[in-house]
């Protein structure tokens, strides 16, 4: 990640869209004990370690990030806690044993089916992955949601594709929901305010970011018909 792609996210709530009652929902879908332990893989600057902490009260949680500023950001946001690990490092490379594996919007950097490969030897028996990917929501998308997209995530399917590839890696679709339209418009108005207060004296490398960013906040409206993060709950077979 570059400086000027971090400056963006640093201090915004998410690094993309979600909201605790995705966390809650997947915890019931998997059946999480209280004790249970939770890999939260791309966290990010940690905006779902809370909300995971309260999915499982007297569970752990483990948090990774490639990027380590988002690991110090994730600290002060939650501050010290026995019930939390964080580190800076590669999410294809986790050691378990989890009850659940949650990933908001960072498994497709590792692609569905790879990325659960690696991960099936550190679930616990019974544990399951619940991951948001990129997904079209209509047969036919409009052409503002294929320009979003090609932008964004070339690799983007539908429900059925994204079904494919969680069973090409040896896994089965438990439940599936769909990230709401309220989380999207939260992430896209921090972001879109983180934007115009860094426009005054950015410079070239921060204005080349903050241009790519304007451009993917104003094709959203076009887009959020058709497409959107599907959020899957899925178990090895
Ligand atoms: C779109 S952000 C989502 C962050 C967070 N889950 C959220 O919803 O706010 C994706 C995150 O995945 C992280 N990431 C990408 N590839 C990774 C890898 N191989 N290992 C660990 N983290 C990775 C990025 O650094 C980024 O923070």
């Known amino acids: 990640m570059t400086n000027a792609f971090f400056t963006l996210y640093q201090g915004l709530a998410r690094e993309g869209p979600g909201e605790p009652a995705d966390v809650a929902w997947a915890a019931d879908i998997v059946g999480l004990k209280p004790d249970a332990r939770i890999c939260d893989a791309g966290c990010g600057s940690g905006a779902d370690v809370p909300a995971l902490l309260a999915a ?38 986790l050691k378990g044993p989890f009850d659940l594996i949650w990933s908001a919007g960072a498994l497709y950097f ?5 990325g659960l490969v690696h991960w099936r030897p550190a679930l ?3 544990g399951m992955v619940a991951f ?7 047969d036919a998308p409009s052409e503002g949601a294929r320009a979003f997209w090609m932008e964004e995530y070339p690799a983007i399917t539908d429900a059925d594709g994204i079904d494919a590839r969680i069973r090409a890696a040896g896994f089965e679709t438990v439940a599936v929901r769909r990230i709401s339209d309220t989380a999207w418009a939260a992430y896209y108005d921090a972001l879109q305010a983180r934007v115009a207060a860094l426009r005054p004296g950015a410079d070239a490398a921060l204005t080349a970011v903050l241009d790519a960013a304007q451009t993917e906040i104003d094709l959203w409206p076009r ?15």
């Open 132 to 138: 948001s990917e990129p997904c079209w929501f209509s």
């Open 56 to 93: 499982a009260p007297q569970g752990k949680v483990t948090a990774v990030d490639s990027h380590k500023p988002f690991i110090d950001e994730l600290w002060m946001r939650i501050g010290p806690n026995p019930r939390v690990t964080a580190y800076a490092g590669n999410m294809a490379k």
């Open 223 to 237: 887009a959020k018909a058709d497409s959107g993060y599907l959020l899957s709950v899925v178990r090895p077979v």
């Open 124 to 126: 616990a028996k019974g």
């Open 110 to 114: 590792l692609g569905v089916t790879e």
